[in-house]
Antibody, heavy 123, light 111 residues
Framework: QVQLQESGPGLVKPSQTLSLTCTVSGGSVSSGGYNWNWIRQHPGKGLEWIGYIYSSGSTYYNPSLKSRVNISVDASKNQFSLNLNSVTAADTAVYYC???????????????WGQGTLVTVSS | QSALTQPASVSGSPGQSITISCTGTSSDVGSYKLVSWYQEHPGKAPKLMIYEVTKRPSGVSNRFTGSKSGNTASLTISGLQAEDEANYFCCSYAGSRTYVVFGGGTKVTVL
């Protein structure tokens, strides 16, 4: 079973950049048939998909966040990362990384998730 | 406001069956057989329970059943057990622009 673990600061100041890393073990970010995702959950709310990256470096982001998001991958470290800039209190959420199984170019299901990490945006 | 609508809570006694609904639109649930369900216990990573509307991953109990009718998908848990007490959320592919959408989650309580 592939395991994912989020890491990064739990507190970010408004207007700064939120940076998180997801470390993958038991599998490789270079494996075909998957993409690697960031998803968040605001307190008391449902989940919101942020974006994905393939091992090739190809990305796609939620249109509502696209202007502030960058996802990158480092195959040598078996990690992928999220940068979200110009954060506000509205970005306070639990952030998850997750591996999505792709079938015929469609996202089939999120097979493996990290436990999630709470990021609070506050001065 | 989540894209997919789920009841906030559902409860049942041990041994009973419960059903959790997940209502979307013709742009997501109604158009694709790419609905999945996840179980989440506090502090733990979400676990895949159902994918492609009705399929169970290896290791998931056959007490969990998925279905879909129109724009609404459902997860049924039969023979409810104490260990089933958790938060459950649904997910659907929503087209190439939106990609995926999630439900708000349903808290299942075993009485």
């Amino acid at each position: 079973q592939v395991q994912l673990q989020e890491s990064g600061p739990g507190l970010v100041k408004p207007s700064q950049t939120l940076s998180l890393t997801c470390t993958v073990s038991g599998g490789s970010v270079s494996s075909g048939g998957y993409n690697w995702n960031w998803i968040r959950q605001h307190p008391g709310k449902g989940l919101e998909w942020i974006g994905y990256i393939y091992s090739s470096g190809s990305t796609y982001y939620n249109p509502s966040l696209k202007s502030r998001v960058n996802i990158s991958v480092d195959a040598s470290k078996n990690q992928f990362s999220l940068n979200l800039n110009s954060v506000t209190a509205a970005d306070t959420a639990v952030y998850y990384c997750a591996r999505c199984t792709i079938a015929m170019a469609f996202p089939n299901f999120f097979e493996d998730w990290g436990q999630g990490t709470l990021v609070t945006v506050s001065s | 406001q989540s894209a997919l609508t789920q009841p906030a809570s559902v409860s049942g006694s041990p041994g009973q069956s419960i059903t959790i609904s997940c209502t979307g639109t013709s742009s997501d649930v109604g158009s694709y057989k790419l609905v999945s369900w996840y179980q989440e216990h506090p502090g733990k990573a979400p676990k895949l329970m159902i994918y492609e509307v009705t399929k169970r991953p290896s290791g998931v109990s056959n007490r969990f059943t998925g279905s879909k009718s129109g724009n609404t998908a459902s997860l049924t848990i039969s023979g409810l057990q104490a260990e089933d007490e958790a938060n459950y959320f649904c997910c659907s592919y929503a087209g190439s622009r939106t990609y995926v959408v999630f439900g708000g989650g349903t808290k299942v309580t075993v009485l």
